[in-house]
């Protein structure tokens, strides 16, 4: 079997590989140390916390608005016996973010002391990021095209190394479990319904970060996908209401007030640099309409015009998530962690340079596509906080106004990609 040309010089893949490869052990030190300290795995402990309610039978969302704590003493599997508060852990997150399904999913981990909690969560995302990174490589864009093994081990390394992904690991975050489920459900829906729906119902806990998977299932006319994940988050509800005696519609429109608090919370996203321009909030959100009619329309029209492309269809089918992921990430509420699934860009530009015939570039536009796969995992890859002593105030404001821009420009030469795709596809059948 012929081994694949690495998109890279070898010699240059295996150095980068090497420099990768010793600051992915640095990382996972640093995610160890931090998740142990006393505020290690800050987002994690909005699950643990609301489980400690649900374990009393009890509203987390509730229990939340209302500033109450759960009742003591509690005993926890390992032995450990709280008899005196604070149950919370200063200074950690205790906003249940997510809808009840995930409160459900990860409830378990509630019976749990916190601090045995918290290293179990630790292991889980781990084992979730290694998952998740062998199914965007080898699995998801069109799978019938391999990389050269050195050019998989250097995304993989790249994968750990991302800032966003070690946020997501150290903080506790659902976000790696939430892509896995994304993975499932595209992976699964031409082979098992079920098993599609039910990946989905759980992803969409993050809706913010599942919508992509969600409408493109929609475009590929999955309803029968659809209404299976739906259903599993009704499910979450009745079965959240089911254990604490409370309503159906008030677990909903306690949901429904989360949903309201985080929305103008910072980030990376879109709207967030329109704020000020205007109070009315139809005015902020103008250029985030603007940018979605960019994208929707000139797919529109590509789809429409050239309904028979079996023959691409799983290759358009990856420009086309990779697609969505980026326009979801500008236009709904995200923080760094979330930006792990634009690993999706890095496999997308990888395997499309593998097929020289794909985009029909020219020496220059190949050259400019390396550079974006070299510049944009640097500036994923370097802690912010560590750019902040040398550039004062460039962590937080800065730093995400950076990574907004990055996603703009990414979200471009995608669409250009595709673009590439369509018109050739178009030439050929002329």
Not at 29 to 56: C, K, N, P
Not at 182 to 203: F, Y
Request: glycine share 6%; charged share 15%.
């Amino acid at each position: 079997m012929k081994v694949p040309a690495t998109v890279l010089p070898y010699r240059w893949t295996t150095f980068l590989c090497i420099l990768a490869g010793v600051y992915a052990a640095a990382v996972m030190t640093y995610i160890f140390i931090e998740t142990r300290s006393t505020e290690g795995a800050t987002d994690f402990h909005q699950f643990w916390y609301a489980g400690q309610f649900m374990i009393q039978g009890r509203d987390p969302y509730e229990a939340f608005f209302a500033g109450e704590q759960p009742a003591l003493p509690i005993a926890y599997w390992d032995g450990v016996v709280l008899e005196r508060y604070p149950v919370a852990q200063p200074y950690l997150e205790i906003t249940p973010s997510n809808t009840p399904a995930m409160l459900l999913l990860l409830s378990p981990l509630a019976t749990l002391s916190w601090a045995n909690a918290k290293l179990a969560f630790l292991c889980i995302n781990i084992l979730l990021m290694l998952l998740t990174a062998i199914l965007i490589v080898r699995r998801i864009p069109f799978a019938d095209v391999k990389l050269a093994p050195i050019d998989e081990l250097f995304i993989f390394l790249i994968y750990i190394d991302l800032s966003a992904t070690r946020i997501a690991v150290e903080n506790g975050q659902t976000t790696l479990l939430v892509f896995l489920l994304m993975l499932v459900a595209v992976l699964h829906a031409e082979r098992d319904w079920r098993i599609s729906g039910l990946a989905l119902g759980l992803a969409l806990s993050k809706y913010s970060l599942s919508l992509p998977i969600f409408l493109f299932l929609l475009l590929k006319k999955k309803f029968r996908i659809l209404l299976f994940a739906v259903g599993v988050q009704l499910l979450g509800i009745l079965g959240i209401a089911a254990i604490t005696g409370t309503s159906p519609l008030t677990i909903v429109l306690e949901n429904i007030q989360l949903f309201v608090r985080l929305f103008d919370q910072p980030g990376i996203h879109l709207s967030r640099w329109f704020e000020g321009v205007s109070n009315n909030v139809l005015v902020s959100m103008l250029p985030v309409l603007m940018m979605t009619l960019a994208v929707f329309i000139p797919m529109y029209f590509w789809f429409r015009a050239r309904p028979n492309l079996s023959n691409m269809q799983d290759v358009i089918d990856f420009h086309l998530l990779t697609i969505l992921f980026l326009w979801t990430m500008l236009v709904a509420y995200h923080r760094l962690y979330d930006t792990l699934i634009l690993i999706v860009f890095v496999v997308l530009i990888y395997k499309g340079l593998s097929m020289p015939s794909l985009w029909s570039l020219s020496g220059g536009q190949r050259r400019i596509l390396l550079g974006s796969v070299a510049i944009l995992p640097f500036i994923l890859i370097v802690p912010a906080r560590l750019v902040d002593r040398f550039l004062p105030g460039f962590y937080g404001a800065v730093g995400d106004l950076i990574i907004t821009i990055f996603l703009l420009l990414m979200l471009g030469l995608s669409m250009f990609l595709l673009g590439r795709i369509m018109r050739n596809t178009d030439a050929s059948t002329h």
